[in-house]
């Protein structure tokens, strides 16, 4: 069975400052994906960013970035420059499966908190 | 547009209750989820819907019963529910393909609480 790992249960960062928030994983299906997500307390999950097992480059989306290496089993989150509204769990998740069989299997999070 | 609706918002409910949580999606997505979360855990797969028919089931009580009645509407009917099942319950959906990118978009979710 494919499995998630966050060893981060919270972190506090400054305003401002980068942060990054690790995920690793374990497969041995040579196609899979990876996924972050961000949930405030409101509830809602929100999609971040995906990295392809065989993508080339590490995926980018504004302010965040996935650190994917591939030998090492991660895929860790990078976020620059930090807001207040960072603050939130953080979920890291890998695909399993195919076509309508398909579902995510999540990390156990991780919870940010951003400091003034 | 990555809109995925839930309603009600809030729900309290006794355990003799019969009641039913709504979820809906017009991003032409052919696959949608139920997943049950509680308080500082990740979210846990449910049901699973496939062209409007059931792939997967994880197991889930038969006090909860899934419906898929089109493309884009997915409801979960509750019935003579325990105090352990309050949680959010969180809908998704994401396009069907057979590979590649399949985000799934997930709605703002239902606080269920029952007594």
């Known amino acids: 069975a494919q499995k998630i790992t966050q060893t981060q249960p919270g972190m506090f960062v400054q305003e401002k400052e980068a942060v990054t928030l690790d995920c690793t994983y374990d497969t041995s299906d040579p196609s899979y994906g990876l996924f972050w997500y961000k949930q405030p307390s409101s509830g809602e999950m929100i999609f971040l960013i995906y990295?392809?097992?065989?993508?080339?480059q590490n995926a980018t989306e504004g302010r965040y970035s996935l650190n994917f290496q591939k030998a090492r089993k991660s895929a860790n989150l990078v976020i620059s420059a930090s807001q207040l509204g960072d603050s939130a769990m953080y979920f890291c998740?890998?695909?399993?499966?195919?076509?309508?069989?398909?579902?995510?299997?999540f990390g156990q999070g991780t919870r940010l908190t951003i400091n003034p | 547009d990555t809109e995925v609706t839930q309603t009600p918002k809030h729900l309290v409910m006794g355990m003799t209750n019969k009641k039913s949580l709504k979820c809906e999606q017009h991003?032409?997505?052919?696959?949608m989820y139920w997943y049950k979360q509680k308080a500082k855990k990740p979210p846990e797969l449910m049901f699973v819907?496939?062209?409007?028919?059931?792939?997967i089931n994880e197991s889930v009580p038969s006090r909860f019963s899934p419906e898929c009645p089109n493309s884009s509407l997915l409801n979960l009917h509750l019935h003579a529910l325990q105090p352990e099942d309050s949680a959010l319950y969180l809908c998704?959906?994401?396009?069907?393909?057979?590979?590649?990118?399949?985000?799934?978009?997930f709605g703002p979710g239902t606080r269920l609480l029952v007594l």
């Open positions: 819907y496939s062209y409007e028919k059931l792939s």
């Open positions: 991003m032409g997505h052919r696959a």
């Open positions: 990295q392809g097992s065989y993508d080339q």
């Open positions: 998740a890998m695909r399993e499966g195919a076509g309508g069989a398909q579902k995510l299997v």
């Open positions: 998704a959906s994401r396009r069907w393909t057979s590979g590649g990118q399949e985000t799934q978009y």
